[in-house]
């Protein structure tokens, strides 16, 4: 393969390390803003992209597998992150029923005050209207139309 | 130029560009009210603050490298950005997985065969669709409170900003160092046959990348490639030990979580 842009370009570095800054700071707003726990872990994958882009940039520059053996293993570690995250999250939620990261502020310091949820507004989002496949047979006996819609996902 | 005014100088342009998507991102992340202008304004100063980007962005030497470079980059950022602000977490994820789609261009721009495909393969292929299932168990019908608000959308909004501002200028002072980022000389200087080997093995860009590539993995790095093997099965073993702690340990959790008392 014919490299698009010329090996030593200082220009392609720059600007492919900027676009990896950008993901990286939008992956560190999210995590710190968001609250839900399945939000913030993609914002933390967010921000390891970012880190994955500018170490390629760096190996494309300096013209090594450094930067690239390096992302493999960052993609392992994401691997194993994404795992064991997952399992808290879902014991969590068989614990709390919320995925909200405010349920684990009963791990907080005994000194510190309970952070307490302002009342929302209702909110004026419409339902979601989903496509509907037409029954095609018949219903086995004793089976009812099973209701599983969400109103949102 | 205008007298009065001063010269607007790429660190101006990065500033007013970084404003920009603090004020857009405080705009478009979810504040418990929902309106329209505000998503609007959001999205016009966001496409303001992605515009200024371009512009002091450096210009890469022909009409078809920067259309591909610029298309896949803005696919990965607005993706990025649309997956921390979207309300839903489903969609949320599926913003990512655009976001990664873009990531995989920008590497693959960047001459990293194997580690583009490979982030389609290995993030949006599995961890992402890990993520989906897990949402299908635990998303509770319906919007929840907690992803109609955010904690202090405007501080993380302006915290993110300033580190961009602040790696974007330094990163566009690279150019005026020269001593900077320099590539030592290694294939110039090069004469005899044994030493042109290898500046050619360690050459992303020749040809067989992706055989060389596993070469250097298991060549030079195979202990890390062998503690990496322990990390996944340490994971593995931690996963199933924490999910496999039995009712009695989930009742005493419950009573934890509810009144905030450990047994």
Redesign the interface.
């Known amino acids: 393969?014919t490299?698009?842009?010329?090996?030593?370009?200082?220009?392609?570095?720059?600007?492919?390390?900027?676009?990896g800054?950008?993901?990286?700071?939008?992956?560190?707003?999210?995590i710190?803003?968001?609250?839900?726990l399945?939000?913030m872990?993609?914002?933390a994958?967010?921000m390891l992209?970012g880190i994955?882009?500018s170490l390629?940039?760096w190996?494309?520059?300096?013209?090594?597998?450094g930067g690239?053996?390096l992302?493999?293993?960052v993609?392992?570690?994401?691997?194993?992150?994404?795992?064991?995250a997952?399992?808290?999250?879902?014991?969590a939620?068989?614990?709390?029923?919320?995925?909200?990261?405010?349920?684990w502020q009963?791990l907080r310091e005994a000194t510190l005050a309970r952070s307490v949820?302002?009342a929302?507004?209702a909110?004026?989002?419409e339902p979601q209207r989903w496509p509907r496949l037409s029954t095609a047979g018949v219903l086995p006996p004793g089976a009812e139309e099973p209701s599983l819609e969400?109103?949102?996902? | 130029m205008n007298a009065g005014l001063p010269e607007l100088t790429p660190g101006m342009l990065v500033a007013g560009a970084v404003t920009a998507a603090a004020a857009s991102l405080w705009l478009l992340l979810p504040r418990g009210t929902e309106s329209r202008l505000a998503r609007w304004l959001g999205l016009v100063l966001g496409a303001a603050a992605i515009s200024g980007f371009i512009v002091t962005g450096r210009r890469l030497g022909g009409l078809g490298e920067e259309a591909v470079f610029l298309t896949v980059s803005l696919v990965a950022v607005v993706s990025g950005a649309a997956t921390i602000v979207t309300r839903s977490p489903v969609y949320s994820a599926i913003w990512f997985a655009l976001a990664l789609s873009g990531v995989a261009g920008v590497l693959l721009v960047l001459g990293a065969q194997f580690l583009g495909v490979a982030t389609i393969v290995v993030y949006a292929g599995a961890i992402l669709v890990m993520f989906l299932f897990v949402l299908m168990l635990a998303q509770p019908s319906g919007l929840a409170s907690y992803d109609r608000v955010s904690n202090e959308p405007l501080l993380s909004a302006v915290a993110g900003a300033v580190l961009l501002g602040l790696l974007s200028l330094s990163i566009g002072r690279m150019s005026a160092d020269p001593t900077c980022c320099a590539v030592p000389a290694k294939a110039a200087a090069v004469s005899d046959a044994g030493a042109a080997a290898t500046a050619v093995a360690a050459d992303p860009l020749a040809a067989d990348q992706v055989a060389r590539l596993g070469g250097e993995l298991f060549g030079r790095h195979l202990l890390a490639v062998e503690v990496a093997g322990v990390l996944l099965l340490v994971a593995l073993i931690g996963a199933i030990a924490v999910v496999a702690r039995g009712e009695a340990a989930l009742e005493d959790d419950r009573r934890f979580f509810e009144g905030g008392v450990r047994r």
């Open positions: 393969m490299p698009l842009v010329a090996a030593t370009s200082t220009a392609l570095l720059q600007n492919a390390l900027v676009v800054a950008m993901l990286f700071a939008l992956g560190l707003v999210g710190l803003t968001r609250r839900n399945i939000v872990f993609l914002s994958e967010l992209q994955s882009v390629v940039a190996s494309r520059h300096h013209g090594d597998f690239h053996v992302v493999i293993f993609l392992t570690v994401a691997a194993c992150e994404a795992a064991v997952l399992v808290f999250v879902l014991q939620f068989a614990r709390t029923g919320r995925l909200d990261v405010a349920a009963a949820d302002h929302l507004p909110s004026d989002a969400r109103e949102h996902v």
